[in-house]
């Protein structure tokens, strides 16, 4: 049973017994009832410092008249206290948040931003959240229950509205706490050139839904929204109030469209460059998030009283198949002890002063330091070989270039029946699709639409620590089509564990003969077992994280007759970046 089933449960068995007791029992007992369902997600924390709590629902007034719904929560007893501030697309959030902070000596606030829960306005991502978390903040720091210390928390969209304001935050914030984001909202939204149909489509249709119909809702866009060509014909109601946003993502795929230069998405994208508070950045190896925090975080005017914590998992939290013991540096608890130093005064722990911790994927292991990548790291380079047998799982990364020219690889690429999502960053939902790290199977070795090279054991493992690089020789017969990789640990157990994937558009027209197809990948820290082999996968989909390209020109989501392609692969390359133990 799902978190979210089991969370009901508990819920709809509480709900007789609720109506018929006193209102403090049913007050106690519906907190019991939170903590109960909600501590796998919490994970460690210390002893709550206090107990009782108040909520009070108060509508505050944005400037042109929109009223936000705002929970408040205080600690029982005298105040004033240091406030946290929640602005929440999920509602539920609150349960996960400010139900536990204000059991430790704060005050929280949790808002429904415009358009979602009891807020009034039509919702509308991250257009009015600038003008309506400044007003937040006005009001917050003229209340009588805060003591002039703030920090805005949360992650995912509650990340994002922290983003939105950064550049305009009054002098009683003194941290800002995001979660699994950055403003870099196109980022989110395309990935080389393809619409991110497991995130930013997925979150469309999902976000309107409660959560006792979010699995449904998730079972009819698989059913009724992906296959739908051209995508622009989708049905509407399932997206209920996201639609609007949802038609202009799939209707403005370039990054340089006026649509994504609009000031908002502007003003939020660079935001980050004027943050003078204190920064913990949380990002995780396998969210869709962290390439761009990685771009951003070093740039923070207060980088040198920041931390970046890079844990291990993917958007949602830990979900994946390797091994992993080494459970320190958990969200709620490290957020906590930030939030103690800085708005309390209290000494921030030994373990966090540091600029960057982060997980080594593999190793199982935390690290510290003053930056990441690290800067010790050398090169190693494998070539592309035995292109011929390569549909068989048996073409070959060598460290030797071939001395001459070999067999082309070939392979017919039909978006009818294209290659599924198996692991990665670019599926919201895990309930759909195999965890973010996934054996990969056999699948690659039994579709001919699929080309893999592995490479000889690393006898002694290997410590991969940053951006891989794949160049590819490729060809086409299609006006545009799309091409993709994916870089695996083959363990000699026989398990294949995805390590990073990507995917490019390719124009034949656009690009010099010459010229290779270059993938950066997203940056990881992962450390091979000794006996380990790296395999490189390519193929041109990767569904439904990405809808299948159509092998035609011009707007993707407006193409109602998908066409076969034939691909050619005709050499190429990985370039690890690596540490010597």
């Known amino acids: ?36 369902f909600t501590k796998e997600l919490i994970g460690p924390r210390p002893a709550f410092r206090n107990t009782d709590f108040s909520v ?74 600038a003008d309506d978390g400044a007003d937040t903040l006005e009001w917050l720091t003229g209340q009588h229950f805060q003591n002039g210390n703030i920090a805005l928390v949360g992650g995912s969209y509650l990340g994002l509205v922290q983003w939105a304001v950064a550049d305009r935050l009054p002098p009683e914030v003194k941290t800002i706490v995001p979660t699994t984001s950055h403003g870099g909202f196109y980022d989110m939204v395309y990935r080389g050139g393809h619409f991110t149909q497991g995130i930013a489509g997925l979150w469309s249709a999902e976000i309107f839904h409660p959560l006792q119909d979010k699995e449904a809702a998730t079972k009819q866009w698989l059913e009724t929204v992906i296959p739908v060509h051209p995508a622009s014909d989708a049905p509407k109601d399932l997206f209920m109030g996201a639609w609007p946003s949802y038609s202009d993502y799939i209707a403005h795929p370039d990054r340089d469209d006026a649509y994504w230069q609009q000031d908002f998405y502007r003003q939020i994208d660079q935001s980050y460059l004027s943050v003078q508070v204190p920064v913990l950045w949380i990002a995780r190896w396998h ?71 982060y997980y080594e994927n593999g190793a199982d292991r935390w ?18 070989t035995r292109l011929d047998q390569s549909a068989t799982c048996r073409g070959s990364l060598a460290e030797t270039a071939p001395s001459s020219p070999e067999a082309a690889a070939q392979y017919t690429y039909d978006p009818a029946t294209p290659v599924e999502t198996k692991g990665g960053a670019f599926l919201l939902n895990p309930n759909i699709a195999p965890p973010a790290i996934a054996d990969q199977g056999r699948t690659a070795c039994e579709r001919d639409d699929i ?55 390719y124009r034949p027209a656009s690009t010099p003969d010459d010229a290779a197809l270059v993938f950066d990948l997203v940056p990881i820290d992962w450390t091979l077992a000794p006996g380990s082999r790296l395999r490189l996968d390519v193929s041109s989909s990767n569904f439904p994280a990405f809808p299948a390209h159509p092998n035609k020109a011009g707007v993707w989501s407006e193409i109602a007759s998908p066409a076969t392609a034939r691909q050619t692969l005709s050499g190429g390359s990985v370039k690890l970046p690596i540490i010597k133990e």
């Open 287 to 357: 969210d869709f998030f962290l390439e761009g925090t990685l771009n951003r975080v070093d740039d923070l005017p207060s980088r040198a009283d920041s931390l970046l914590l890079i844990q291990p998992g993917q958007h949602g939290g830990l979900t994946n198949e390797l091994n992993y013991t080494d459970k320190r540096f958990q969200e709620f608890e490290t957020n906590l002890a930030w939030l103690d130093h800085h708005l309390k005064g209290e000494p921030l722990p030994e373990t966090l002063q540091h600029p960057v911790i």
């Open 56 to 129: 009070e629902t108060e509508w505050v007034t944005m400037r042109d008249g929109t009223k936000l719904s705002t929970d408040i929560y205080t600690p029982d007893g005298d105040g004033p206290w240091p406030t946290l501030l929640v602005r929440d697309a999920y509602q539920f959030q609150k349960y996960l948040t400010c139900h536990y902070y204000v059991r430790y000596g704060y005050a929280c606030v949790h808002q429904d931003v415009r358009g979602q829960g009891e807020s009034e306005g039509e919702w509308y991502p991250l257009k009015h959240e």
């Open 451 to 505: 080309l893999s090279f592995v490479s000889e054991p690393f006898d002694a493992g290997l410590h991969i620590a940053g951006s891989i690089e794949v160049s590819l020789d490729v060809q086409t017969d299609a006006p545009e089509t799309a091409f993709t990789v994916k870089i695996s640990e083959v363990f000699e157990d026989g398990r294949v564990l995805n390590i990073r994937d990507d995917i490019q558009t």
């Open 1 to 36: 049973m799902k978190l979210w089933q089991k969370i009901l449960v508990g819920l709809l068995a509480l709900v007789v017994l609720l109506a018929v007791m006193g209102f403090a029992f049913r007050q106690t007992l519906g907190r019991i009832a939170v903590d109960h």
């Open 367 to 384: 690290q510290t330091a003053d930056s990441w990548p690290p800067a010790d790291r050398q090169s190693l380079q494998f070539h592309l």
